[in-house]
């Protein structure tokens, strides 16, 4: 504790233990390892007690890694200090003279995972952060000294800080010789009511930061499975710290969940973060359920969030590939943007015909409920929920009930026969379509239907307190914007609302609905 590591040389290491380890482990030493293959510290031979790795590790080099824990641990592994790998010279680029200078191929070498683990942990990974007393005005003889309930005094925890140079994961779990597991992190009875629900096999507390730096580099954050063998997360997986990426002419994947990737649910109370910046069709993921995974679902408190800068790039917050997400919950916010620049250097900003998309479950086949609420709908000094971008869905039968909140973004419902739902003065709005069907209930809130909608609905019920917005298609007037196979019932009380997208001139009958059966009652008309 509180000591200095100095190492140069190939495959060199700052700690190793090549045999079993019986007992705890904890450091808050300063290592410093530079050379080809170096590992900060390496457990090899398996560990029975807990590792706690705090106080600063930096690892410089090739294939260079801060924490290997290659065997299995029947403990927890606790992580409350700096890490931080690259094999670059240098870690930021000012400007392009300095990029013109990096010719040499040891100016780019890639590190190795900067914590890479690929046995079974028995009492879960935890990236801490520092503990704030909350009964601090007590004496001292009444005071929780562990609020967090991970057996550590909160004054002795300190905050995980990863920061990752280079293609390589920050945090890297998976094998490829055995199936692992990840059991839940141990809470005591000890913990408030912060922290006692967060017995995930994942939790990420502190930060993770990571960077592709020079172009071509995928950023990755957390990169889970891919190996051939699985990794289960027991519960699931908890972000309620901060996690990014960022690349340049490159995909970035800020928390990339590959084939074998077991995970009951994914959850983000803190922020998910993606940006790259590119002039190529190169996608920002800020969640990458990759094909193969088993991630059922995806709860969000906090912030996902990809903004890709470029007009012929692509920003993704939330991306399913692996046909196994089935619910979707937010109370907070998931976004994406795309920037556009002038790629080709004309001196004029290139229009893009690329679409920010906030959730794409398009490749869906089984069914996705999607739901948003607020949770404080009379509190105005509680921001409300908003998913921002497109929403994409696959050919199963989908349910959205937008709960409170906004959705602002084109929403493709795809095939399958599926459900809208808007409560709590929630509002939609943007261009709707979808080649199956749609059954809409509007019963506190509103849908704006943008240009281009076009939707095959079952039922339309607009009530007492819903507003049902049209933006009629001018070039073809008599081409209705929702054909209903069933009954449309508009409540008395019920708004209707036309906006056009151009001025119209003569005088034009405009077709917007059509059903089986249309009541009406007395309609809110003044803002026609």
């Known amino acids: 504790s509180g000591s200095a590591i100095q190492v140069e040389g190939k495959d060199s290491y700052g700690v190793r233990f090549e045999n079993a380890l019986t007992g705890n482990f904890t450091s808050d030493s300063t290592l410093n390892i530079v050379g080809t293959g170096v590992r900060g510290y390496s457990f090899e031979g398996g560990v029975t007690g807990d590792v706690i790795i705090g106080g600063s590790t930096t690892v410089t080099g090739e294939n260079a890694t801060a924490l290997n824990l290659i065997s299995n641990l029947t403990g927890g592994l606790t992580l409350d200090g700096s890490l931080v790998g690259t094999g670059y010279r240098l870690t930021t680029v000012a400007d392009k003279a300095t990029l013109d200078k990096l010719k040499n191929p040891d100016d780019k070498l890639q590190a190795g995972p900067l914590v890479n683990i690929s046995g079974n942990v028995t009492k879960g990974i935890l990236l801490q952060s520092t503990i704030a007393s909350t009964d601090s005005s007590k004496p001292p003889a009444e005071q929780n000294t562990d609020e967090d309930g991970n057996g550590v005094e909160d004054t002795a925890d300190g905050a995980a800080s990863l920061s990752q140079y280079g293609g390589a994961a920050a945090l890297k779990v998976g094998s490829g010789t055995q199936d ?9 009875t000890t913990a408030t009511d912060t922290y006692k629900n967060q017995k995930f096999g994942l939790v990420v507390r502190g930060s993770i930061a990571s960077s592709g730096v020079f172009e071509g580099v995928v950023a990755k954050a957390i990169e889970t499975g891919g190996m051939g063998r699985t990794v289960t997360f027991e519960n699931g997986i908890l972000i309620n710290g901060t996690v990014s990426a960022s690349s340049y002419l490159a995909e970035a994947r800020t928390a990339n969940l590959l084939a074998g990737t077991v995970a009951n649910a994914f959850n983000v109370g803190g922020t998910l973060r993606a940006a790259n910046s590119s002039t190529k069709n190169e996608t920002a993921y800020a969640l990458y359920i990759g094909s193969g995974a088993k991630v ?3 709860n969000v408190s906090g912030t996902i969030s990809a903004a890709s800068t470029g007009s012929k790039s692509n920003a993704t917050a939330i991306f399913d590939g692996s046909n196994t997400l089935v619910r979707l919950n937010n109370t907070g916010n998931i976004t994406a943007s795309i920037t556009q620049t002038d790629d080709d250097g004309n001196g004029v900003v290139d229009k893009t015909d690329n679409r920010a998309v906030a959730i794409d479950l398009s490749g869906n086949t089984t069914g996705v409920t999607l739901v948003q609420t607020d949770l404080k709908p009379d509190d105005n000094t509680v921001a409300a929920p908003v998913i921002s971008g497109d ?11 937008i709960d409170g909140g906004f ?3 084109n929403i493709d419902f795809g095939a399958g026969s599926n ?4 409560t709590t003065n929630g509002i939609v709005g943007g261009k709707m379509t979808g080649s ?3 059954s809409l209930d509007i019963v506190k809130g509103a849908l704006n239907l943008d240009t281009g909608s076009k939707l095959n609905a079952t039922t339309v019920n607009v009530r007492k307190e819903g507003t049902l917005r049209f933006v009629p298609d001018t070039a073809n007037p008599n081409t209705p914007i929702i054909v209903a196979s069933g009954a449309a019932v508009f409540e008395t009380g019920a708004k ?3 906006g056009m997208s151009s001025i119209v ?3 034009t009958r405009y077709t917007l609905l059509t059903a089986s059966n249309i009541t009406l009652g007395t309609l809110d008309t003044a803002s026609l």
């Open 180 to 188: 692992i597991t990840i059991n839940a992190i141990n809470i005591a």
């Open 419 to 422: 459900s809208l739902s808007i």
């Open 407 to 409: 959705v602002i973004g």
């Open 436 to 438: 199956g069907t749609v």
């Open 496 to 498: 209707v609302q036309i």
């Open 296 to 298: 059922p679902e995806v």
């Open 391 to 401: 929403i994409r869905l696959g050919s199963g039968n989908d349910v959205v009930k």
């Open 505 to 507: 001139k003569p005088a």
